[in-house]
């Protein structure tokens, strides 16, 4: 078993772990064992400005480059990345407009570009089909029906319909489109990936799925990095709603690692991924990941002013998106409409 020796690192910069806790060194490490605990001290604080400076030149690089996105003033610029360029779909058909709230927190808030509504539903249209089924799922679903129809019992035996794989409850129609969304943004604008699709493991369609909204992994950084999120969808914006984001992303923080972390590494195909999955649960005993939380509403145009409603928070690394949508209600009906029927006449 490894001795080690711990030496402080001290309180600066949020993103060197999820928690300021002392940094720990093993003897294994040449470098750090041929210092005295003073000197490796200063290497360690000396690396990690050499770091901060590097990432902070390269996220204003990227910032500057696009037209469509305005100067953010900080590095938490960091957590999300810079706004899709075309030709993704986000940076097609939405603005976008970054701030530091006056209480610090981090704001990109998205707006619609008024001639670009139909090629948005069309791409919003083809994400829910994705996230709610695999091809497969969808091939298997339309073969149920069609040997159900063939022998005659759909209208005398509805149970043996096979149920449908969208969604008819509004509540769940809404807590699925904000959380797709916010899921298919953060792998356009980060260098994240999405292990599973969590919808296609849905024991009940018609009802919202529980633990955590999106657990989107940076697997190839270092430290590797996890974004939490957290999404809601709105018909009317609210500063309450705001509030329910943050303190829903205040209390995955309390509980430590991510609630869905097994969730997903148990739905992982890959048996190499799942297991990196896995191992970052251990990484987060040992103060070696980074954790980003990310809230995101989707709601009218007065979205982006509700922001002000976070007065303070616990959580550093911490970036709120909202979405601003003219009429919120009406694009939610036009995304789910006929979709199922839509998906499977394809199949045909």
Not at 22 to 31: A, I, M, N, T
Not at 81 to 91: A, E, S, V, Y
Request: hydrophobic share 40%.
């Amino acid at each position: 078993m490894y001795r080690h020796r711990r030496i402080a690192l001290p309180k600066c910069h949020p993103y060197t772990a999820q928690r300021l806790s002392p940094l720990v060194l093993f003897e294994s490490q040449p470098y750090f064992t041929s210092l005295t605990p003073a000197q490796a001290n200063v290497a360690l604080v000396n690396n990690y400005m050499q770091q901060r400076t590097v990432k902070v030149g390269a996220a204003n690089r990227r910032q500057s480059s696009h037209a469509k996105q305005t100067q953010a003033p900080s590095y938490r610029l960091e957590i999300l990345g810079k706004h899709p360029d075309p030709p993704n779909l986000f940076g097609v058909v939405f603005n976008a407009n970054d701030t530091d709230t006056k209480n610090a927190i981090f704001h990109r808030a998205l707006s619609e570009l008024e001639d670009k509504k139909e090629i948005a539903l069309t791409g919003i249209r083809k994400m829910l089909i994705q996230h709610h089924a695999s091809p497969q799922m969808w091939q298997a679903t339309q073969q149920r029906r069609d040997a159900i129809a063939r022998l005659g019992l759909g209208a005398s035996l509805p149970p043996l319909l096979p149920l449908p794989r969208i969604p008819k409850n509004d509540d769940t129609k809404k807590c699925n489109l904000a959380e797709t969304l916010l899921a298919e943004y953060l792998i356009a604008s980060t260098n994240t990936l999405l292990p599973v699709y969590r919808l296609h493991h849905n024991p009940n369609y018609g009802q919202s799925m529980k633990g955590d909204d999106v657990l989107a992994f940076e697997l190839n950084a270092e430290p590797i990095r996890i974004i939490v999120g957290e999404a809601k969808f709105r018909a009317a914006s609210a500063n309450a709603v705001v509030r329910e984001i943050v303190e829903s992303l205040e209390k995955s923080h309390k509980l430590g690692a991510p609630i869905s972390l097994t969730f997903v590494g148990d739905h992982v195909a890959d048996a190499a991924l799942a297991e990196r999955i896995y191992n970052c649960a251990v990484l987060f005993a040992l103060n070696k990941i980074r954790l980003d939380y990310v809230g995101f509403l989707m709601s009218d145009m007065n979205s982006a002013t509700r922001v002000a409603a976070i007065t303070s928070t616990p959580l550093q690394n911490l970036a709120i998106i909202t979405l601003g949508l003219e009429t919120p209600t009406a694009l939610l009906d036009e995304c789910y409409r006929n979709l199922e029927d839509e998906c499977l006449s394809q199949l045909t």
